[in-house]
């Protein structure tokens, strides 16, 4: 790949994990479409591995983990060749609804725009402290076209998501964690490589099923309402069931030993 970095077994990971690196360090890791169809390719042929069971996405330097769409590419085009292409819909592909790997978001620096719809598309983001979110789309005259208004208002509520929208200010590392946009926050870009790699090899040690149905499961209750949410949950639980991993996991814990998921 020329605008990725894919490391299938990183330093420190346990087997099952993988890392993808956005690298376009020179433009903040800006979205344009050479890196996007690199990143689709990638997280296709890294959800169809079944050894791998967690995925990180991260930038390749600490300043960005991207700073949006690419401007420059879309800065002459107009409304036909967007719609007619329906321009960005590919984006989709890395959402959790067609990626059933879980996937950690582990973000240093600017994650703006479209990069902060990319980030939300994964499953658990992380930060350092240097982190800065934004949706600053309404500055160029546009708005969030991959999520953002969508997904940011579920993840930290409709003022918040206006005020950033709307204003274009960015939200810091400390403000993302308290409004639920991050889990943890780390002190910086190597802190944070470090304990994303621990983070997803404690997730890869799971059952590979349990936790496709479980992202499966939570993902949904951004769409269903609360008794067909519920309704999912209970079938899925239900179908671990017929798993392994379900006999392996109780039969570990009665034992007193730890559980080996195949
Ligand atoms: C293209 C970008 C870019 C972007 C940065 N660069 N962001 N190029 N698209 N989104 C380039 C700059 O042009 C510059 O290139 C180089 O990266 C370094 O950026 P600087 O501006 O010189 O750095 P700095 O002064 O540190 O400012 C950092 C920044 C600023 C605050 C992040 O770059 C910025 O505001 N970027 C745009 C952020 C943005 O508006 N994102 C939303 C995009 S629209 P040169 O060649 O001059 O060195 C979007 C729509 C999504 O994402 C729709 C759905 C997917």
Redesign the pocket.
């Known amino acids: 790949y020329d605008n990725i970095i894919v490391d299938s077994s990183p330093e420190g990971g346990n087997g099952k994990i993988a890392i993808i690196k956005m690298n376009r360090p ?3 890791n ?2 344009n479409d050479e890196l996007f169809t690199d990143l689709i390719h990638a997280t296709t042929a890294i959800n169809n591995d079944t050894n791998v069971r967690c995925l990180i996405l991260t930038g390749s330097t600490s300043k ?1 983990f991207a ?6 590419e ?1 800065k002459d085009k107009n409304f036909e060749d967007v719609y007619r292409n329906d321009m ?1 819909a590919e ?1 989709q592909e890395i959402s959790k609804r067609s990626t059933s790997t879980p996937i950690i978001a582990a973000i240093s620096g ?1 994650c ?4 902060n ?1 990319l980030a939300m598309m994964c499953d658990i983001m992380v930060c350092t402290k240097n982190a800065k979110f934004g949706q ?2 309404i ?2 005259g ?1 708005i ?3 999520g ?1 208004t969508q997904r940011l208002t579920r993840m930290i509520g409709k003022s918040k998501s206006m005020y950033m929208s709307l204003t274009g200010d960015f939200m810091d590392a400390n403000e993302a964690y308290t409004s639920g946009l991050v889990a943890k926050v780390y002190d910086d870009h190597d802190e944070l490589i470090k304990e994303s790699i621990q983070i997803a090899n404690k997730v890869a040690s799971k059952g590979s099923i349990s936790l496709r149905a479980c992202k499966e499961a939570i993902n949904a209750a951004d769409e269903l309402s609360l008794q067909e949410g519920l309704r999912l949950e209970r079938r899925l639980f239900h179908s671990l069931f017929a798993t392994d991993d379900q006999k392996e996991g109780m039969a570990a814990f009665l034992e007193k030993r730890p559980a080996n998921f195949k």
Do not use: H, Q
């Open positions: 020179k433009a903040l800006a979205l960005a700073a949006g769409a690419d401007i420059s879309m960005f984006w600017y703006l725009g479209g990069g719809e600053p789309e500055n160029l546009i969030p076209g991959a953002g």
